[in-house]
């Protein structure tokens, strides 16, 4: 045994040169209570061996100035415990520091600072935490050298922030083995520094006893910079949370975080943070294998990058009430995502929002099934593009449900239209909503697959809205776009709505409100023949309203189910100069005497151009009202039947100027067999006119008892 006593040791050779103690390759300990410096002036190495004896150095190497190389049993297994390198403002060792091999039984590195120009290396055996680190905020630092921890795992065991760093400059750090704290104290953080130096964690992180905070690279921090940073192995394991506080890795210049293994898990706020430009590359967050990623109430946020999943790397997110929010998400072929906010295991963290950026891709090629939920809402941010999946020589259509409502945030696309013969499913459970009515622009495309879509604008509007602007699918919109009487302002779009294509096999309208601050275009397929009904609405006495702008339906025909008397208004509270036009190029019909008004409001320039009014079946309409605006006109296309009535003032009114469309001969009849219904022209001074003013275009009314009224002049333009 060798053992230097209080004072401290000074390296000064003749000449420079490398220093040795050694106790031989036996037993011998080898101990040191005092500081050991080089001499200004001189380069001075150090080596250190104690064979199978343990070497315990308690004062500070290099403390007032530098040694040159530090080694310390780099080729036996003696113990090694040692206090500090240099200070925090003075470098311990100007050269390379190696402590330990492979075969070191312990280490133990007790001091707050480790402060070296070179790099650093120390190594003990594989097989548990047999580096452990427990000096009060622990400091690793290099200027701009490698640090690494070799093979062994690390223990924290210094109620504190462990820092690691090499600097802003090219120094890499590895953690070979497993990193972990030592007690329920919840006190042991990490900090990692590396400037444009990779960071590679090797084994897990927290699979036995968590750590206080884990920071790598982390935005904010001094001296980060666009080193890639790679997890090889776990965060927890199982029930044990990795990270109980805040986990924050990488910066806006990362280049890279690569996750490889699927466990997650932590309990605090929780940040993951690249570059969303690396050469072209805007998904620098790389998900290796199929993970789940645990915050048990805390947070989760992917800001910058996107996260890119590799070839069936499926992604399961839950936060149990944190927020959850996510720049966006690539896949690599067909790859799943679930992302839940809600406190499953009723911790009591209710924040429960999920804020999602673009998932998928254009070319239909990278996701296939996405579920999100969030009892607060979530909100879309860019398009979700999904894939059918092909795999294994079957053919899946794509699935994107929304359990909770959604709100639109900006222009966002929901596509699964991805041109194959199996078009995917898209679930609304409860509500769309805008973020602010300006800009939040939504287009759902579901391709051949059948869409039901829930109550829209109900808190805040959409800005505009397109639903199906190709593909043969049917719609079905079954709650309310809006809300409110006919005359309330409560839009559920502030702009421009398009509803299906000319493939749409058939629209439902089932709700009661369809209310546009814009204007309002439906198409339909026209069907094979007379006989089938393209549109339906089942509401009770649905209205559709707009803030003085155009509704065209144009495509199939039109059933009003029972119950169901249809209101157009175009002048929502009669608040702009001209109502908008009224359109319907398809016939409509009724099924048990239904009401039928279109009001472009008298006033203005709102012109109505309807089709056929009540020729299927036994059942026709029950009262028909049409009104133009005073400069407007309404130009008849087919005729009108109006059915049997129960009173006197059913019928068919018109104000305002009538146009009979080119060539056209019109019937309306109104001698249903029981009350007939009365034929009125109102509200011009010139009653009815044909295109032409001859004999092209011809009238007739059927009005049995019913009275006729020509309140101006036939045929006077």
Known sequence: AISFLNGDI????????????????????????GNIVGTAGKSESLTILSGTGNTLISGSIG????????????????????????????????GTTLIGNTATDAMSLTGAEYNTTGSQKYSAKTGGQNIAISGAVAQFATSGASIEFDTSGVSLNNDGTTVVTTGSGGGTVTFDGAIEGTDNANADGLQVISGTGAITFTGSIGATNELDELSVNAQGVTGVGTGAITFSSAIG??????????????????????????TLKFTGATTFRATDNNSGDDANIEIASATTIDTDGGSFTVTGSKLDLADGANLTVNSDGGAIVISGIEGNDDETVTINANDTDASGSEVETVSIGAIG????????????????????????????????????????????????????????????????????????????????????????AALGLVAIGQTNALDQLTINPAGAGAITIDTNIGKGTEDATTVGVTGATAIGNSNTTSLGLGAAVYKFGGSLTVITDGGTDTSDVEI?????????????????????????????????????????TDGGDITIGTGINAHSEENLTLDAHSTGAGSISIAAIGKRGTSRM???????????????????????????????????????????????????????????FTGSTSTISGVHGNALENLTINSGTGNVTLAGIVGGT
Do not use: R, W, Y
């Open 536 to 576: 339906t609405f089942d509401g009770s006495s649905p209205i559709i309203s707009t803030s003085g702008d155009n509704v065209s339906i144009t495509g199939g025909d039109i059933l009003l189910g029972n119950g169901a008397n249809l209101t157009i208004n175009t002048n929502i509270n009669n608040v702009e």
């Open 361 to 448: 891709d254009a070319g239909h090629s990278m996701i296939h099934d996405v579920i999100i939920s969030g009892d607060a809402g979530i909100t879309l941010t860019g398009n979700i593009e999904l894939a059918e999946d092909t795999d294994a020589g079957g053919s899946e259509a794509a699935v994107l449900t929304f359990n909770d409502k959604i709100i639109i945030d900006g222009s966002v696309s929901l596509d699964v239209n991805d041109g194959s013969a199996n078009d995917g499913v898209i679930t609304f459970n409860t509500a769309i909503d805008g973020t602010s009515g300006t800009g939040d622009n939504l287009t759902i495309e579901s391709g051949s």
């Open 237 to 262: 394991a199982g029930g044990q949370v990795g990270v109980v506080g805040t986990t924050a890795i990488g910066n806006a210049n990362t280049a890279q975080i690569t996750f490889s293994n699927g």
């Open 622 to 680: 029950n009262t028909v009202t049409v009104t133009s605006g005073s400069t407007g006109s309404i130009t008849l296309n087919g005729d009108i039947s109006q059915g049997v009535g129960g009173g006197g003032s059913e019928g068919v009114v018109f104000t305002g100027p009538v146009i009979l469309a080119e060539g056209k001969s019109i019937t309306i009849t109104t001698d249903g067999g029981g009350t007939d219904g009365v034929v009125t």
């Open 10 to 33: 000074l390296l000064n050779n003749s000449a420079d040169g490398t220093t040795t103690i050694s106790t031989g390759t036996g037993g011998g300990n080898l101990t040191i209570d």
């Open 63 to 94: 403390l007032t100035q530098a040694v040159n190389d530090l080694t310390i049993n780099a080729s036996q297994d003696g113990d090694v415990t040692i206090a500090s390198i240099g200070t925090d403002s003075v470098v311990g060792v100007s």
